[in-house]
């Protein structure tokens, strides 16, 4: 698991900033706040930086690993 590589403060860091940057970018693109703290922004997030069953962490994996993407 990667918290347990990075450590929780690494990995809550991470997460913050992505958050940050996340809510950025829908700004930018028009999106309601509510839609960023929602689960569509912050619930995505946080399930994409901490669960194996994610697509898009384990598609993240792959890619740091150098490995093929996985089948969905």
């Given at each position: 698991?990667?918290?347990?590589?990075?450590?929780?403060s690494a990995l809550a860091a991470l997460t913050t900033r992505g958050f940050s940057e996340l809510a950025r970018l829908g700004r930018a693109c028009g999106a309601?706040?509510?839609?960023?703290?929602?689960?569509?922004?912050?619930?995505?997030?946080?399930?994409?930086?901490?669960?194996?069953q994610?697509?898009?962490?384990?598609?993240?994996l792959a890619l740091g690993r150098n490995e093929p993407r996985p089948l969905r």
């Open positions: 698991m990667v918290g347990k590589q990075l450590g929780a309601r706040a509510e839609t960023m703290t929602g689960l569509s922004g912050l619930g995505d997030l946080i399930l994409s930086c901490s669960s194996p994610s697509r898009n962490f384990a598609l993240g």
